[in-house]
């Protein structure tokens, strides 16, 4: 964008492969998705394009009669840009630019644009530039300066109102730079974590699809009022709060960037900083849109990428947030086919205060009985006994001849840490 003019909404067309017949619908839904990534972009959807081939064409995607009939009904409805839903080959990105004469972008160059518009925080912004940069790099090699023709707006853009760099000399050496520093901020998250981690708080991450709800359930959760909006991909930067359980322990939440099918890869490499946060938490909450019509496609995604970044053996509890929005029918499907479902309504904050028990509950049900004696005297046993209090699950507190006696319910990982005096048993 040139500086001094004012922002204009571009014209997109949007495109799309049906990949035989029994998957029309699926394709509509996937179309549906990037039309929310396209106005989350800033982008307003003039045209539709959804094209039933077994496979994509590897020079056009489409297939050289279909793009004509796309670069026509381009013309016709004005559209400044068309984005395809699936990822473009570099070859593919460079012939269908000359055959429609737009600027042309996929799927992962929208999400990667998004995230760009939405970093706010030093580390947010290296992470995307840094996807932004890894994804650019082989899509420049041959196509010459492909980028620059591109002229403005989606997908030229880079973190923090500055323009991508289009140079692949300057963006190789911009890639170590970046890289670099990300790697700082992750070796300060990794202290940050291991202080948090000797101060024996646990952690609950929160993760789910975007727009399920996750900020609005954190901010019930904590009290917060964290930015949250119906469009996609409004957090991107980690956040902590703590929580104080109804026995008074503590506990920190964490809300973090929302996941969708098919999460640009380069993307979730350059977010390894952010999402160590959900592998390294004591409890997962997958926060789900149970109101959501393609439900069980977003909640795969989601697993996907849990495994990707190595968070799959941490503990789940699954939370089907949106309920209010789900007819009484099928709020029995739900609890038919999960009696444990957990089903609330963060918005209306329905089922919150019974979701807080549950994770108490989970997080208590891994513990070891224990039974210290203190010397209510000594400093150092006054802060034991204080630890306890926020740590532990107190059962018996009992002040006699000078000395103090407490039965507790110890988190197992905190057993080395407390000073124990006999085991009553283990659970
Ligand atoms: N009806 C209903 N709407 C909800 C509920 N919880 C959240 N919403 C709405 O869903 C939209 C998305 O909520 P957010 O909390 O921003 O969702 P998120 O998961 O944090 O989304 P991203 O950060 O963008 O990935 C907002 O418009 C919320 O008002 C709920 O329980 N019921
Ligand atoms: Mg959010």
């Known amino acids: 964008m040139r500086a001094g003019t004012v922002a204009h909404t571009e014209r997109a067309a949007l495109v799309g492969l049906i990949a035989g017949r029994a998957r029309r619908l699926e394709a509509e839904r996937s179309l549906d998705e990037l039309a929310g990534l396209a106005q989350a972009a800033g982008a307003r959807v003039v045209l539709r394009v959804l094209q039933e081939r077994p496979k994509p064409d590897p020079s056009t995607f489409l297939g050289s009669g279909k793009i004509a009939t796309l670069a026509a009904s381009c ?3 004005d ?3 068309v984005i395809f839903d699936n990822e473009l080959t570099p070859a593919q990105l460079k012939h269908i630019e000359e055959e429609v004469g737009r600027k042309i972008i996929d ?3 929208l999400i990667l644009d998004i995230f760009a518009r939405r970093a706010r925080t030093r580390e947010g912004k290296l992470q995307v530039e840094l996807a932004q940069l890894k994804y650019l790099l082989p899509r420049l090699v041959g196509a010459g300066d492909a980028l620059s023709r591109l002229g403005g707006g989606i997908g030229t853009r880079g973190p923090g109102e500055t323009k991508l760099e289009t140079d692949r000399r300057r963006i190789r050496t911009r890639i170590h730079v970046v890289s670099d520093d990300i790697e700082q901020v992750r070796r300060r998250r990794g202290q940050l974590r291991e202080r948090r981690h000797k101060a024996s708080v646990p952690t609950v991450a929160l993760v789910g699809y975007t727009n399920a709800g996750k900020t609005t359930l954190f901010n019930v959760m904590t009290q917060s009022k964290a930015e949250v909006s119906d469009a996609l991909f409004v957090t991107l930067d980690p956040i902590v709060r703590q929580v104080r359980l109804p026995d008074s ?16 890869h380069a993307l979730v490499a350059a977010f390894r900083a952010t999402l160590e946060e959900v592998a390294d938490a004591d409890l997962i909450l997958h926060v789900i849109d149970a109101a959501a019509p393609d439900r069980d ?4 995604a989601v697993q996907q990428v849990m495994e990707e970044v190595g968070a799959s053996d941490v503990p789940l509890i699954e939370v089907y947030n949106k309920c209010d929005q789900l007819t009484p029918d ?6 038919d ?3 444990a479902a957990l089903c609330i309504s963060a918005l209306h904050d329905d089922g919150v205060d019974e979701l807080v028990e549950t994770v108490a509950s989970r997080l208590a049900l891994d513990v070891r009985r224990m039974t210290f004696t203190f010397d209510p005297d000594d400093a150092a046993d006054r802060d034991r006994i204080a630890r306890l209090y926020r740590h532990a699950r107190v059962l018996v507190h009992e002040a006699r001849d000078g000395r103090v006696s407490i039965v507790a319910d110890v988190p197992r990982r905190l057993v080395n840490r407390v000073q124990p005096a ?3 048993n283990s659970s």
């Open 75 to 77: 013309a016709e409805t």
């Open 79 to 81: 559209a400044d840009l």
């Open 107 to 109: 799927r992962t160059q």
């Open 249 to 264: 322990r503590e506990l920190l939440v964490s809300d973090t960037v929302g996941f969708i099918d098919r999460l640009p």
């Open 297 to 300: 496609r977003r909640m795969t």
């Open 330 to 335: 099928e709020r029995r499907r739900l609890q």
């Open 337 to 339: 086919f999960d009696p």
């Open 422 to 424: 006999t085991d009553v």
